[in-house]
């Protein structure tokens, strides 16, 4: 974490407005994409994050360790996305997949049966693993962030990538040879 980012967090942790708001712009993405992986529901991922950033500013005096305010910040909004989870109606996960699925959204195809198996191959997977592949490969963070985010050593998250990414493409396998 380069210096700026440290003084930055020390700031939000002693009550500075501006530098809160810039770590919430800098990290609503990350945050939705864990709630998102969780809750595989736009509406409710988005009031998981906005709880839980109104939670984080509540009680940032928590925080001793600027460094670790990122991690903290992403198990806040785990914790809050969890809550949700277990407050919800019980619903069967396909539906919940089908409401999650956008037409076309799955890499440009004009497949909506690829996309439904894509949405329920990462339905799927492990939270960790689901965050992991979220926020590298759509929200296109870099290791280094990923890493800062979830709390994780450069080769733990390698591990978790490759063991998501194997995982995807045994169960995507069939579908994708049917298109060829």
């Keep these: 974490m380069d210096p700026n980012e440290r003084e930055q967090y020390r700031a939000a942790i002693h009550g500075e407005r501006d530098a809160f708001e810039m770590i919430i712009?800098?990290?609503s993405r990350a945050l939705?994409?864990?709630?998102?992986g969780i809750l595989q529901?736009?509406?409710?991922?988005e009031d998981a994050v906005q709880d839980?950033?109104?939670?984080?500013?509540?009680?940032r005096w928590r925080v001793h360790d600027p460094e670790k305010f990122p991690v903290w910040l992403a198990t806040i909004a785990r914790h809050r996305a969890h809550d949700i989870f277990r407050k919800r109606r019980t619903v069967p996960l396909s539906a919940t997949i089908d409401e999650a699925i956008e037409p076309n959204s799955?890499?440009?195809?004009?497949?909506?049966?690829?996309?439904?198996?894509?949405?329920?191959a990462l339905a799927a997977l492990p939270e960790l693993h689901r965050?992991?592949?979220?926020?590298?490969?759509?929200?296109e963070m870099d290791y280094r962030s990923i890493e800062n985010i979830l709390g994780l050593s450069n080769?733990?998250?390698?591990?978790?990538l490759g063991r998501a990414l194997a995982s995807m493409r045994k169960q995507l396998r069939p579908a994708l040879a049917s298109l060829d």
């Excluded at 529901?41 to 991922?45: G, M």
């Excluded at 965050?131 to 929200?139: I, K, S």
């Design 25 to 27: 712009r800098t990290h």
């Design 32 to 36: 939705f994409a864990i709630a998102y």
């Design 41 to 45: 529901n736009r509406e409710e991922a």
């Design 52 to 59: 839980a950033l109104v939670k984080a500013w509540k009680t």
């Design 106 to 120: 799955a890499a440009g195809t004009d497949a909506p049966e690829l996309d439904q198996q894509l949405h329920s």
């Design 131 to 139: 965050a992991a592949l979220t926020l590298r490969y759509f929200e």
């Design 155 to 160: 080769g733990a998250l390698r591990g978790i």
